[in-house]
Structures are given as C-alpha cells and as structure tokens.
C-alpha cells in the first residue's frame, strides 16, 4: 500500500435532538401539565494520535466522515439520548488544518486527543417553557445543527533521527544496513521515492530522500519532505566520497534545511563520508579533511565492511544516547 502523508477530509459534528411536546396523563388523576424532555445533545468529532504511520491511506476510499445526531426527548421529561462522538485515528506527528477558519492543530503523543468540531445542543422540550404564567406551554425548540468543515491532515514525521543528502549519498543503503537484524517500523512509498523508517536499538531513523538544490523554494519532491525532517531529534547528513567536491555538497543541503526552516541548523548534527569503498583511501583521507577544515567532526562509513558498519552503528547509539 502506497504511503499517504497528506489527504483531504470533509467532517461533520452531529445534530442536536429536537426538543419534543409531551403532556402528563395519570388514570384517575387531572391533566398535570406539560412533560416534554429536551433533545441530546449532537456527537463531537475529535482527531487521535496513534502509532501507525499508514492510517491515513484506509482514508482515500472514503473521505466524509461524521458523529452521530442527537436523540430527540421523550414523555416524563426524558431527555434525549447523546450522539455518539466520532473519533478519527491520525498518526503520531500530524498537523491538522481547519481549512474553513485555518486554525491548526498538533499530534505529537500517542493516545493524544483533541476536539475539533464541536456536536450541536438538544433543542427544548415544552416543559422547559413552563412557569407560573405558562402552565401550558406548547413551545419547543428544534436541535442546533453541528459544525461542518474541510480538513488538511500532514505527517510531519517524528523520529530520533533523519538521514538527509543528495539522491546519491547512499542513505536508504546505510539505513538498510544498519536496521536489518532489527524489528522494523515500516517501509512506505512515497509516490516514486522509497523513504524508510528503521529501528536501532529502540531508536527511530528516519530515512528523507529527494533533497535537491531549490527543494527548500518546491522543486522536485525534496520539498514534500523537508517537513519531515522538523521533528527529528537529530540529522544525520551523509556526503558520498563520490563528490567531487564535498564541501560544496555539504553547504548545499544545509542551505536548503536552513532556507526552509531555520530552526533545522540548530538540530544536532552528525556529518558523514559515505561509500569510502568507491575510492582509494588517499582520497578518503583528502576528503575528510576537506570538510574537518571546516569544522566539522566527520565520521566514514561504508555499508560493505561489517566491523566499520559496526563501528558506526555503536558510534551512532551512543551519540543519541546524550
């Protein structure tokens, strides 16, 4: 199943109960008066945040979704009964956007809740209208409707750590590499890219690909997930040795993560020279300095030698361990 990030959804809180006539009759007694209940009130709709980051795909087939209406009240004052209240599960990490008002809301905590359409009130039955100059009264009032609007559900992904580079810094490899014997969180689509989520060691990588030169401006994908990355805790900014310059790599993408968010340059940063098994280690060495005279702390790593990935993966866990 292909991954969703964002989808479009119409919602409807429920309709208030319709107050109601009604008047009291006992055998053998007088008539007593007016005994109509008032209406329940209209289900409420609340977004939830859960742990699963495809929920939104079972969404496309369907995508109008409303509470219960109230009940109407009863003789002998009953009032009526509540609408059910609609619950709609989101992922962990999601931004809702009420496209009638533009208010936003946020997700980040599992089980969180929070209600976005409030349902309308019960309407009054006659008895509510009776006082001592109105000892009959016929009035009642109908239920209020409830709200209706359109929403912008978006997963601003939440992991420990995001992966970001160019399309050739090898990112899906390393992360591959280094969560194969792990459980898995997941693995989605996204359109023509293969982004993944891996687990380390109880840790959540986060693997963020299309960056491009003019992604922070909307060019290519690469925009479509830059959002992703402002939840990570920290990047890990991976520049293949296969560059010919790797300084220039390297201030590239930074710029693209500070020209759309400028809060992304503060994250903590883990600088990597990948596939050092394309070239000779004398350019490894070269490269590496290139960026350390920079003043960057610059790891290496190539997914083909299992002690150096093994190096980099405790070096890694122990880096998010601080």
Request: hydrophobic share 35%; aromatic share 8%; glycine share 12%.
């Amino acid at each position: 199943m292909a991954f969703v990030d964002e989808i479009e959804i119409h919602l409807k809180s429920g309709r208030g109960g319709d107050g109601v006539e009604r008047w009291l009759h006992e055998k053998f007694k007088e008539f007593m008066g007016p005994c109509g209940g008032n209406g329940g009130k209209g289900g409420s709709v609340y977004m939830k945040a859960i742990r699963d980051m495809n929920i939104l795909a079972s969404y496309r087939g369907e995508k109008e979704f409303e509470a219960e209406d109230g009940h109407p009240g009863g003789e002998r004052s009953r009032e009526g009964k509540n609408g059910k209240d609609f619950f709609l599960n989101v992922p962990i990490g999601t931004i809702i956007t009420n496209l009638s008002n533009n208010k936003k809301y946020t997700l980040d905590t599992e089980g969180q809740e929070i209600l976005v359409l409030e349902g309308g009130n019960g309407g009054y039955g006659n008895e509510y209208f009776k006082s001592s100059r109105n000892t009959t009264p016929k009035e009642t009032t109908p239920g209020k409707d409830g709200e209706d609007a359109d929403f912008l559900i978006e997963i601003e992904l939440i992991a420990d750590v995001g992966f970001v580079g160019f399309p050739n810094a090898g990112k899906s490899s390393l992360l591959n590499a280094l969560t194969n014997s792990q459980s898995k969180v997941g693995a989605y689509q996204f359109t023509t890219l293969d982004p993944h989520l891996g687990m380390l060691h109880g840790y959540v990588l986060a693997d963020i690909p299309g960056i491009i030169e003019g992604a922070s401006e909307g060019k290519g994908l690469g925009y479509k997930f830059l959002r992703h990355i402002k939840k990570t805790r920290a990047i890990v900014h991976l520049i293949s040795v296969e560059n010919e310059n790797v300084v220039e790599a390297y201030k590239s993408i930074r710029k693209e993560l500070g020209e759309y968010n400028k809060d992304m340059l503060e994250k903590k940063e883990i600088v990597i020279l990948s596939k050092i098994d394309e070239v000779g280690a004398e350019e490894v060495s070269r490269k590496k300095k290139e960026l350390e005279d920079i003043g960057l702390m610059v790891e290496t790593v190539t997914v083909l030698d299992d002690d150096n990935l093994k190096d980099f993966s405790d070096f890694l866990t122990k880096e998010l361990a601080q």
